[in-house]
Every structure is written in structure tokens, then in C-alpha cells.
């Protein structure tokens, strides 16, 4: 794995070195991995004016063990401090323990097998290695993706349907319940298609986030330079609880319409593009 940071400007460096010792003043870490478009060397700053694309650090970080992993994670100590923290570039951290990670390298799990590949070590206590991974063909790979889009991808569809089906019956809240596992579901089959691997959230701002860094098409879907779309795609946000269990949710006709227009737009690109990916693990 790589340690240096020297194709990165000077600025990005100096904010990579301030996150890992603010990682290291909270977290127990035994590795501080810097992976995605930041290791690649292929970061986006990207304003257009439908919408506005930048990348985040894309930070690994390895615990010793699962209950160490969980604990920080459920503090969101660190998340807060950096959120605050306006001189970093925003930053989306993933927590595992090395046994988890080396599980996922040696069977193979290509995120994890390329976050090997480009990643960039920010930090290593020197206490745990790396494995490398085994080997696995192209056909194994086209079949394993097939099947997680097939099967993500059915389940999202019939979700957007039966949303369609209950704004017809006026039953908005579970319409808009529905939308939201819609749109989970479609960004589940986007990262297990790319990355072969999808955080166990429901939060689908983060995962549109991490869809986003894969195909920046998707960044068209829920637009929010506006206060009005940035209220509606809350509005969906907030479906996953509140549309179930708030008696003051409420959501109208027009807004669900809208939103129903998004998750479709989400739809359609989510089979094309992952189509395409599919058919170039096929072509290697």
C-alpha cells in the first residue's frame, strides 16, 4: 500500500495530515486509510449549474477488533468535530475491525481489494497486516454482480410502483415510506454493482453521497441548490421513521409527485449505468 501523499496540492496534504491526527486524538485506530478519488488522483471540485460536485476524503479506519469498531462508531465524536471543522474537506469515514477487513480482502470483496490497490496509508500502529486477497475471475465477478443488481434492483422498482399506487389511494405517508426504500434500494444496487460493498444504513444522503463518487449522473437526481428541493429531498430523508411513526409527518400529493419524478430519474440511470458496468467486468 502507498504512504505517500505527493501528488495531492500542497493543501490537501496539509488538511490529510490535520484529520489524522484528529482521528488519532478520538479514535483508538490501528490503521488511518485514505482510499477513493483522493488516492486515486482523480478528485473532482466540479460546479456546474444544475449542481455542484466535490469530492470528499474517503477515510478507512481500522480498529482491533468489532467491538471497538462499533463503539466509535455509534459516539460520532469524531463526525461532529469534523463537521464543525470548516479548513478540512468534508470527509465520509467508514469503521471495521482488521479481522472484518481482512476477511472481505482475502474472499475477495473488490472494494476492499481496491482500497489495497490505491489506497494510501495515513497512519499504521504496526500492530496488524494486511492479507492479500485471493484470486477471483471475470465470470465470478459478472455472476456475483448480476445477481446483487437483479436482486436490489427488483425489490427498489417494486417499492416505486406501489409508492405510485398509494398517492392514487391518498395513503401519502406510507407513499412516501415507500419512495425512501425505493431510493435506498437503488443506491444498494449501485454500490454492490461498483464496490461490492454497501454500509449497513438507512441514511440515503450518505449513500447518495458514496453513489455520487461512482457516476457523478447521479448527483442530478435529488438536486439541492434551492431551499425549496432541498426541503423536499428532507421531506424524503425523513420518510423512514417519520412517515411511519410521527403523527405530524405530513407530505402532500405535489410533493410526493415530484419526488416520485426523482426516484424514477434514479430508476433509469441506476440500469444503465449499472448495466454498463457489468458488461465491462465482462470485457476485461
Request: glycine share 4%; hydrophobic share 40%.
Amino acid at each position: 500500500m502507498k504512504t505517500t501523499l505527493t501528488h495531492l496540492p500542497q493543501t490537501k496534504q496539509e488538511q490529510l495530515k490535520a484529520l489524522t491526527q484528529i482521528i488519532l486524538g478520538k479514535v483508538p485506530a490501528e490503521m488511518i486509510i485514505l482510499f477513493g478519488s483522493y488516492a486515486r488522483g482523480d478528485w473532482v471540485e466540479d460546479y456546474q449549474e444544475k449542481y455542484e460536485y466535490v469530492s470528499d476524503f474517503d477515510i478507512l479506519i481500522v480498529t482491533k477488533d468489532k467491538n471497538s469498531a462499533k463503539q466509535v462508531k455509534k459516539s460520532r465524536e469524531l463526525e461532529v468535530e469534523l463537521m464543525a471543522n470548516e479548513e478540512i474537506t468534508r470527509t465520509s469515514i467508514i469503521y471495521h475491525s482488521i479481522g472484518f477487513v481482512n476477511d472481505k480482502i482475502e474472499r475477495n470483496y473488490y472494494f476492499f481489494v481496491d482500497i489495497l490497490k490505491e489506497g494510501i496509508m495515513l497512519y499504521d500502529s504496526g500492530k496488524f497486516i494486511l492479507s492479500e486477497p485471493k484470486n477471483l475471475n471475470v465470470a465470478q465477478r459478472v455472476e456475483k454482480s448480476t445477481e446483487e443488481f437483479e436482486h436490489w434492483f427488483e425489490g427498489a422498482c417494486q417499492f416505486l410502483e406501489t409508492a405510485y399506487i398509494q398517492i392514487e389511494k391518498t395513503w401519502y405517508k406510507i407513499a412516501a415510506f415507500q419512495l425512501h426504500q425505493a431510493t435506498e434500494r437503488f443506491y444498494a444496487a449501485i454500490l454492490l454493482v461498483f464496490t461490492d460493498y454497501k454500509p449497513r444504513i438507512h441514511d440515503i444522503e450518505i449513500l447518495g453521497n458514496q453513489v455520487e463518487k461512482l457516476d457523478t449522473n447521479f448527483a442530478t437526481v435529488f438536486p439541492r441548490k434551492t431551499a425549496e428541493e432541498d426541503r423536499l429531498f428532507i421531506l424524503l430523508k425523513k420518510a423512514y421513521i417519520d412517515a411511519r411513526y410521527n403523527k405530524n409527518y405530513k407530505i402532500e400529493k405535489e410533493e410526493l409527485e415530484y419526488l416520485g419524478s426523482r426516484v424514477t430519474l434514479l430508476r433509469d440511470l441506476t440500469e444503465r449505468i449499472c448495466r454498463e458496468r457489468i458488461a465491462g467486468f465482462a470485457d476485461r
